[in-house]
């Protein structure tokens, strides 16, 4: 030890007043060098909203969109996502028997049960079978109220037209599909189509068009476009799909083919509401799929997977009973733009993981202006090598389903080559905020708040949790993460203006930290500690860190300091234990027990251009000859109980990360 440094710091000592006790939030007005806060994150942007949405306060600073609050409509009627009321699905019934005829195509008439017609109005066919057979290309095939029995392929450029959707309805009672699509320029509208069980609904290989259709009770596939058919739907609802065999049950399946959807309902589709899979191509806007029931628990309410496949998916809400909302899986691909997603329910013994969006195997999720509130163990997850960009995002209220034996809800699991998030807000996380496995995430604008307020476990719960890989924070805020605020085991960890406010204790009253770095290195520019309790920063197990521009203010002790950790009380600012930090440009203020403390083998503190204040012990130096002077260049030591202590003082045990789930 340098023994002139040392006296100099003992005579500093010997100006000051008793120990004090700053437990509590005394700090030093106008303390330490000019600090420059760090810039505050932006918040999430949902505005404008849709067309029939409304802009409504989150309670977290910002508007998010809100649909239509969902009624149960009378028969006969229906409400989309983009509506504020109940109307029929389509044209309103007629006084008579059919539908106006449209404009120009020759109009062909059925009646169910006519005898002998020729297709006019006043003797019409009496099966569309007979109208499709004899009617010209391009005609218009208009179907009286009342129940058809019958499977029919329609082709010739031909148009199906129901009188309305409530009283036309085709219900095969045998047969395979209710209605096959195999030629181009075809279009069912105003129908319902009720087949019988064992009978799947539509079977498009052609070119579809659908306006105003309901399709209730099919077997296993609803609408299913395969063989590069095509499919234009509006005004499509499909509800209560029977499921011959797991997997089946679902709304719309699209493979090698293309579908665009404006305006649908989903419900009760077992398998699930949308499948987009290999070479397909489905643009949706306005779609509400919702599910009910114990036959939906552990299934996606839409599933995207296959090479090429991709789902474009705008102004919709996924909700309800199903596991998962959406569901990415090898080598497919999803983008959403104003898309709710909620009150999802995890049943393990089907699916091992629950989330508002999931991808895994190669999955890529592009998300804007999404909304995830109330799931179960996940917000979003990753892993497999997948990727996603969300941006203006809100992951909210996510609880907690038993994995494993050990109690899971985070916000964002990450595992993969590819994560960036930007003006997100995290909020409510019953146990982790953020984990990374591994991998090379950027976070900009985000702010993660109330997180690891559940039951205790094996694992300390966190605001940010990374096991490995590199990240960038940037614009961060961490808020009342309870454990440990941010947390990096073997990372390249950058931060740029960071603020970690208020992290509480656990259960037990250990800590609750606001920055550990284990391993790996760490840059900090413009990062700021408040309130946290046990320390306010930790470097370990040959960690390096380089911080320039640092602001820790009132490190309180542990809550367990007076009961259970009388040796080792805590309120520690900065802390060095077998690892290597240096700081510049810095202020320390009201630590209750050392300002820093730099311990363990290998340890090494340079502090300089800054300001330790008002803490018991300015520097708590505990390796055997080292050099004070590291510790005082342009350092202001000032209001500090004593400046210099080489009392042994119990170093912080490394906290226990919730390690890496497979899922």
């Not at 009720?194 to 498009?204: L, Q």
Request: proline share 6%; glycine share 14%.
């Amino acid at each position: 030890m340098r023994w002139s440094a040392f006296v100099g710091l003992l005579a500093l000592a010997a100006c000051d007043g008793p120990v004090v006790d700053t437990d509590g939030g005394s700090v030093t007005p106008d303390a330490g060098a000019p600090f420059v806060e760090p810039a505050a994150p932006a918040p999430p942007v949902f505005t404008p909203c849709p067309d029939g949405w409304s802009a409504v306060p989150s309670g977290e600073g910002f508007d998010v969109c809100e649909p239509p609050a969902d009624v149960a409509c009378p028969a006969g009627t229906v409400r989309f996502v983009d509506e504020a009321t109940c109307a029929p699905i389509g044209a309103a019934c007629p006084s008579g028997e059919w539908a106006a005829a449209p404009d120009g195509p020759t109009a062909v008439y059925v009646r169910p049960g006519a005898t002998g017609g020729d297709g006019s109005m006043g003797t019409p066919y009496g099966t569309i079978r007979d109208a499709i057979v004899r009617a010209p290309p391009g005609a218009a095939i208009l179907l009286a109220k009342g129940t058809y029995d019958e499977a029919i392929d329609v082709f010739g450029g031909l148009s199906v037209i129901g009188a309305c959707a409530e009283e036309t309805i085709l219900a095969p009672s045998t047969g395979v599909t209710a209605v096959r699509a195999a030629e181009l320029g075809v279009s069912v509208r105003d129908l319902t189509v009720r087949p019988a069980e064992g009978v799947s609904g539509f079977e498009v290989t052609g070119e579809l068009t659908l306006r105003s259709v309901v399709v209730e009770g099919a077997t296993d596939e609803s609408v299913v476009v395969f063989d590069g058919g095509h499919l234009d739907a509006r005004r499509l609802v499909v509800h209560d799909v029977r499921a011959s065999a797991p997997l089946f049950g679902r709304g719309l399946t699209v493979v090698d083919g293309t579908a665009t959807v404006e305006q649908a309902r989903f419900s009760r589709c077992p398998g699930s509401a949308m499948l987009v899979s290999t070479g397909a191509q489905v643009t949706a806007r306005a779609v509400h799929a919702t599910d009910g029931g114990e036959e939906i628990l552990g299934r996606p309410l839409t599933v995207t997977q296959g090479v090429d496949a991709l789902l474009e998916l705008h102004e919709s809400v996924l909700e309800g009973g199903a596991s998962t909302g959406i569901f990415v899986n090898e080598d497919g691909a999803v983008q959403v733009d104003q898309v709710v997603v909620r009150h999802l329910t995890v049943d393990p013994g089907r699916l091992g993981a629950s989330a508002g969006v999931f991808a895994r195997a190669r999955g890529r999720v592009s998300g804007t202006r999404i909304r995830i509130e109330d799931t179960e163990m996940l917000g979003i997850g990753l892993s497999e090598d997948s990727r996603a960009t969300v941006e203006d995002a809100f992951v909210a209220r996510v609880a907690p389903s038993q994995l494993d034996g050990q109690p899971l809800a985070i916000g964002v699991l990450y595992s993969g080559p590819e994560l960036t998030l930007r003006r997100v807000a995290i909020r409510d996380i019953d146990r982790v905020g953020v984990q990374v496995e591994q991998g090379a995430p950027t976070l900009e604008d985000v702010s993660i708040a109330r997180t690891g307020d559940g039951p205790g476990t094996g694992y300390v719960p966190m605001g940010y949790t990374q096991l490995e890989g590199e990240a960038t924070l940037r614009r961060v805020r961490v808020e009342a993460a309870r454990g440990a605020a941010i947390f990096a085991e073997a990372t390249a960890l950058t931060l740029e203006d960071v603020h970690v406010v208020e992290p509480p204790g656990l259960d037990d009253g250990r800590f609750g930290r606001g920055l550990e770095v284990a391993g790996g290195t760490a840059s900090l520019t413009r990062v700021r500690i408040d309130g946290a309790r046990e320390l306010g920063i930790q470097a370990q197990r040959g960690a390096r860190i380089e911080a320039d521009g640092l602001r820790i203010v009132d490190t309180r002790g542990r809550d367990c300091r007076d009961t259970t950790c009388a040796d080792a009380p805590g309120g520690l600012g900065l802390v060095a234990v077998g690892a290597e930090v240096s700081v510049r440009d810095f202020t320390i203020d009201g630590a209750r027990l050392c300002g820093v403390m730099v311990t363990g083998a290998g340890s090494a503190l340079d502090l300089r251009g800054g300001a330790i204040l008002a803490a018991t012990v300015g520097a708590c130096v505990q390796v055997d000859g080292y050099d004070v002077a590291r510790l005082t260049d342009g350092v202001e030591f000032r209001d500090n109980g004593i400046n210099l202590d080489a009392t042994d003082h119990a170093a912080p045990t490394p906290s226990d990360p919730l390690g890496s789930i497979d899922l």
